[in-house]
């Protein structure tokens, strides 16, 4: 008689574990993360002749199979720190009317209707021709290394790392300006072609900014944000 109780009770909590174990999977399963939608137009680099723009997108997917919302972002800068359109939107596209003669920068994320988000898109760049036939400004440089924020332990040798373009395919050339007060940098490359530069930081425990000017060879010039990394020891 007690190993029938034994084997009913035994029995019993197995099938409890195996039910919660269901539950939490089911659980995974409804709260999937949409995937990261695909920019369509405005597409990278582009000169747009016209202002007003019908700005496209790939549909996201999620394997819950939940409805999906988009949020539409355009800056000015390619960090996003002077957002002038952020929209949600329940289709994959948005006609959108900007200044022209300006550069603009765009992104798309999905949300699913069980507000989880997808990553942002990668940015696209585009310009707004103001005058036809007229010179335009590079695009504001993007950092590629160091990351920002980052910290350094056992080198004092940091390997700077960016890229630009020009809507114009204007030929470019760089002013690096590096040091320990963003205030007042120095000039530490001027007129280079290459996008990578190595600095030695001689301070530990320290933070150290840096940007990056782009000429195109019209004498057109745009800095990008100032960056900055930390030394911890060398």
Known sequence: MKKIFYTI???????SCSSSSDGANTMTELNSTPST?????????????????????NAATNEDGSSLIYTLEIATDN???NIIVSEVQTTLSKIITLDKGLAFYWR??????RGIDSEFSP?????????PER?????????????????????????????ASDVDKDPLTYNIFFGKDKDALN????????????????????????????????????????????????
Not at 9 to 15: M, P, Q, T, W
Not at 37 to 57: K, V
């Open 187 to 234: 000039l530490v490359a001027e007129d280079t072609e290459s996008t990578t530069l190595k600095v030695t930081a001689d301070t530990p425990q320290t933070q150290y900014y840096w940007k990056v000017i782009a000429k195109d060879d019209k004498g057109a010039e745009t800095s990008s944000p100032i960056w900055n990394f930390k030394v911890k020891g060398f």
């Open 9 to 15: 009770v035994f029995s019993i909590i197995c099938a």
């Open 79 to 81: 960090q996003f720190n």
């Open 123 to 131: 940015i696209s760049q585009f310009y707004t021709e103001e005058v």
């Open 37 to 57: 939608p695909i920019l369509i137009f405005p597409a990278e680099d582009q000169l747009c002749i016209d202002n007003t723009l019908d700005f496209r997108w």
């Open 135 to 163: 010179n335009n400004l590079p695009f504001s440089p993007n950092n590629v290394a160091p990351f920002v924020g980052e910290n350094f332990d056992g080198t004092n040798n940091i390997d700077l790392e960016w890229t």
């Open 108 to 113: 798309v994320r999905a949300r699913s209707t």
